[in-house]
């Protein structure tokens, strides 16, 4: 559509963003889609008398780090696409200036970084922060992901509820088709709290396997039609979900999953798979736009009269 925004934001930290470039750059070629690189400037404690001395330091870092950045982003494209840069200096934090920033972005690309859980507790996480509260896609690439590798040629996606499934498997569907991918649809579940070992069977098993996938197939049928050059493998796996989406993200290029909890007052709006899965997948996570239907109820999957 002419109207779809165009640009990929990418908010780059103070480490080694090759991975995140790359990715980006890949997605931008691929999109025909300008990078807008920003990175958001941290200043470092200080006194009212240092104040001035310390925000011109940290100025200076900053304006060097994104020149490097630029450089090496405007050689991954190859000078096809226009490459920008953006110091931000206001004061809403990381997470609310790149939010801000990236309202009219057609992508948010960030770096997902394995920091020690002391510094994590006290500095939070930007990406989970930006993926939680942003209205566009948001994109996670794992600080050690080789970009380097070849293409495996798979995107996956989890689905959580099979009935109100819609908007990631579309979100899903339309990254394979501009990958030309096949797509892995995976729907994972576990009993809690102990009762799984003592209830499942292999009965039990094969009968819900059976319903979850008669529950589901018929959104695929539709977005089937809508991208035909799309192959698509429908897994149901008896397990704790986080767990299976993990194994799959090593097989992926991308893995697609939906944010939850949208309307949450407190605690996190992206809920306990999503947050998993941005710190351990192995492949870059996009989190797309929030749900929240109805859950899925035993009547749902109740096998008719």
Known sequence: MSDRPTRIVVAVGDGDAEPLLRFAAGEALRSGSPLHLVHVLHMPPSGPESFVMAF????????????????????????????????????????GDILELSSDARLVCLEHRQLHWLRRLAS????????????????????GWDATQEARGLVSVGVDDPVNSDPVLRAAFENAAERGARLCVLHAWWLANGYDDVVVDNRMRE???????????????????????????????????????????????????????????????????????????????????????????????????
């Open 56 to 95: 011109e330091a940290a100025r200076e870092i900053g304006t060097r780090l994104l020149s490097r950045h630029g450089a090496r982003a405007r050689e991954l494209v190859g000078g096809r696409l226009a490459v920008t840069t953006e110091l931000l200096e206001h004061s809403n934090g990381t997470v």
């Open 124 to 143: 939070g996480s930007t990406t989970l922060g930006v993926a939680a509260r942003s209205l566009v896609p948001v994109v996670s690439v794992p600080e």
């Open 207 to 305: 009968d819900w396997s059976r319903r979850l996938e008669a529950a589901i197939e018929p959104a695929l049928d539709k977005l089937r039609v809508e991208f035909p050059q799309v192959a698509v493998e429908l897994v149901v796996r008896h397990a704790p979900i986080a767990l299976a989406l993990t194994e799959l993200s090593a097989e992926s290029d991308l893995l697609v999953l939906g944010r939850r909890h949208a309307h949450l007052p407190f605690g996190s709006h992206l809920g306990p798979v999503v947050r998993t899965l941005v710190r351990d997948s192995a492949c870059p996570v996009i989190v797309v736009e929030p749900v929240d239907p109805p859950p899925l109820t035993r009547r749902d999957l109740a096998t008719p009269e």
